[in-house]
């Protein structure tokens, strides 16, 4: 892929196949899933660019081929998928871990084999097929960070989740596991009623209802949700933070949604806005076993072959999509 080309920067290529070195294992691909951030990769958007042509993508399921030496932690056979950050284990998030982005600062995952480091691997839960593991790296483990990174939501929490992307699915199927009421939001009417069948407590068509953040709060009975999950960014923080409890919280995961923000609503609201930069491997760990525990099927919108690529990201972009947006090897 070339940044910066859009969709005609897509391209196949032959390579020689690699080799794992000290600490390293060989993955053959299987499945790939795709996120906003690929769009912005493609476009040439992407805060702090990318390199003049890389491979992208950041989430994928695979089956371990080869190990490196030293390599313990994984058997060959074993059904894995590397980790969006490869070197950020736990903790907290250091501007290192950053560097080690897969497509985006280094090669990402869309090839029938790649080679990564075996600490940046986590096992696929035993009841997915690798279509379902792949939905996990970004969006799943994003959203078990917003709702339990900090302050972690518990039974009878309220959480929103802005739309029905990826994020947002997540956020309803993993609140609604641990007890919370859950409201959504689209502005349209059709993925609304998926949304309530799927167990949405409240719904609002932001398009019909501009204030959606006071209609929100409303189903509170005026004390505010208690965490909500943003994946627009500054254009709809004036409205979340409407919807919001005085001392709530706002993961805020995604910038698509231009605009402003006012340091004075956040001051007079008392409200926690946190920046959400994906997770670590211990966030992907915990998440795997609340999934094991659960047994949450992924809500995959579509699944294209990986000659489809292209009219995957063309599917993305076109913003009808609900749930996640998958590739998968034949």
């Not at 609304?192 to 069948?197: D, F, K, M, S």
């Not at 501009?210 to 500054?234: H, L, M, Q």
């Not at 930069?277 to 992924?298: K, N, Q, T």
């Amino acid at each position: 892929m070339t940044p910066g080309q859009g969709i005609a920067g897509l391209r196949q290529e032959r390579a020689p196949m690699p080799r794992p070195g000290r600490g390293q294992v060989l993955l053959r691909m299987r499945a790939f899933s795709l996120n906003f951030r690929d769009l912005l990769m493609i476009d040439g958007h992407y805060p702090g660019g990318a390199p003049d042509a890389i491979v992208p993508l950041s989430d994928g399921a695979g089956e371990v081929v080869e190990l490196g030496e030293g390599c313990s932690r994984f058997a060959v056979g074993d059904r894995v998928c590397p980790i969006f950050m490869q070197s950020w284990i736990g903790g907290d998030m250091t501007d290192a871990d950053g560097a080690s982005a897969l497509g985006g600062a280094i090669d990402g995952v869309l090839a029938e084999y790649v080679v990564v480091g075996e600490a940046g691997l986590v096992a696929v839960p035993g009841y997915m097929d690798f279509a379902q593991a792949a939905t996990l790296p970004c969006a799943a483990v994003t959203t078990w960070n917003a709702l339990y990174g900090r302050e972690p939501i518990t039974p009878g929490s309220t959480v929103m989740a802005l739309g029905t992307g990826g994020v947002a699915i997540w956020t309803l199927q993993l609140a609604k596991a641990a007890g919370a009421r859950v409201v959504i939001t689209s502005s349209s009417d059709a993925k609304l009623e998926r949304a309530t069948a799927m167990g949405a407590d409240h719904v609002v068509n932001y398009a019909a209802t501009p204030e959606w953040g006071a209609a929100a709060r409303a189903f509170t009975g005026g004390r505010g949700i208690d965490k909500i999950v943003d994946s627009a960014g500054p254009g709809t923080m004036p409205q979340s933070l409407a919807a919001l409890r005085r001392g709530g919280e706002i993961a805020m995961v995604g910038v698509i949604a231009p605009g402003t923000i006012d340091p004075l609503a956040i001051l007079v609201g008392g409200a926690l806005v946190r920046g959400v930069m994906v997770g670590s491997r211990r966030h992907f760990e915990d998440l795997g076993r609340a999934l094991e525990a659960h047994r949450i099927e992924p809500l995959i919108d579509r699944s294209f072959t990986f000659d489809e690529a292209a009219e995957a990201y063309e599917h993305l972009r076109a913003a009808q999509h609900m749930g996640k947006v998958v590739i998968e090897m034949t």
